[in-house]
């Protein structure tokens, strides 16, 4: 239809997405669920093909990764007809991702545990126009790397301003396109502002040198299922789409892991997933997950390598090697972790 590429891909899958949408809610209506349910709808960044050469970004500066409102705006439709959330109404006040938890634990009356350190608040207030709301300044970042830096990619928010990456101030009431850069004009909101991130950064600045760790072992999920896309590592090539992996490159990581049970383990390394077609040449192939480390040979026209060992409980680092015989040597792009005893 003369739209072009990848804006037509875009606009096919928000195509494909809004069929599916319609197929969720007549389901829902044919399970005489529609009144009873909370329905969402919410995306996790801002455009991204969708923008590129001339396409919708309501305004807004930036895409996908960007500190910039084009960035990390996104919708967020909530509906629930029984709780009195028929929707068709806007809420102009500045809310965040870190909101949900405590607004769906009110909707539903689930207690939350005392003393739990939330960054959120509830939204039920303003979701039912009830009550007076505190305003406040929000914080977002896009680090994509080990050990966050101070100031990389974010921005301070209010609900008038924005001030991003410490430098550029915007008054989002008048120039909410963030075009014109005032912190010149209002050095007193810069400051404030600074000086509300430094005191967030402090809060969440404890956490830095910990991991969210992947659990092993756990009568909920095992095996587990790992790939690529989570090793830590300082080597920036982390494959982390099909494409890149099907080039197999050197890469490598580790994957930060939590053990739930004690007891014996089983690892299949791969290099595709499961029921693709791949064939390794012949190597040595190496597992070490924190003090145990065990290996086994790689043989030529097999799919997988499976090697045991046992593990003990508790936090660890989980790494592995395929080591060929033609000097080259990369991590498993997809390991199956079973606690088998």
């Known amino acids: 239809m003369g739209v072009p590429s990848p804006r037509a891909e875009f606009y096919g899958m928000i195509t494909n997405l809004d069929e599916n949408l319609g197929r969720l809610l007549r389901k829902l209506d044919e399970l005489g669920l529609s009144e009873d349910v909370i329905l969402i709808f919410t995306t996790d960044n801002g455009t991204a093909a969708g923008a590129r050469k001339g396409g919708f970004n309501a305004g807004m500066r930036g895409s996908k990764g960007s500190e910039y409102d084009g960035g990390h705006r996104v919708p967020f439709f909530i509906r629930w007809p029984a709780g009195g959330l028929s929707g068709g109404r806007d809420v102009p006040q500045l809310t965040a991702h870190i909101d949900v938890l405590p607004t769906l634990a009110e909707l539903c009356g689930v207690p939350l545990p005392k003393g739990l350190d939330l960054d959120g608040k509830s939204l039920v207030p303003l979701l039912r126009g009830e009550g007076f709301w505190q305003p406040r300044t929000l914080f977002v970042h896009s680090q994509r790397i080990e050990f966050p830096e101070k100031w990389r990619k974010c921005a301070v928010m209010t609900d008038r301003w924005r001030l991003v ?13 963030q075009r014109n850069n005032v912190a010149d004009a209002n050095p007193e909101v810069v400051r ?5 991130y430094d005191r967030w950064w402090e809060h969440i600045s404890d956490r830095f040198d910990d991991y969210v760790r992947i659990v092993l072992g756990a009568d909920q999920a095992n095996p587990t299922h790992l790939t690529c896309h989570d090793w830590h590592t300082n080597n920036k090539l982390v494959p982390w789409n099909q494409r890149m992996i099907a080039r197999d490159p050197q890469a490598n990581g580790f994957w930060a892991v939590r053990v739930a049970r004690a007891g014996r383990y089983r690892f299949t390394l791969r290099a595709r997933p499961a029921g693709v077609a791949y064939r390794f040449q012949p190597g040595t192939a190496r597992v070490r997950i924190g003090d145990a480390e065990i290996s086994a040979p790689i043989r030529a026209g097999s799919d997988r390598v499976v090697l045991e060992a046992s593990v003990p409980k508790g936090n660890a680092k989980l790494q592995t090697w395929l080591e060929h015989a033609d000097g080259t040597t ?9 606690r088998i005893r």
């Open 165 to 177: 990456d410490g430098k550029e101030l915007f008054d989002m009431q008048a120039d909410p396109g």
């Open 192 to 196: 404030r502002l600074r000086a509300e």
């Open 330 to 338: 990369r991590g498993a792009y997809f390991l199956e972790v079973e």
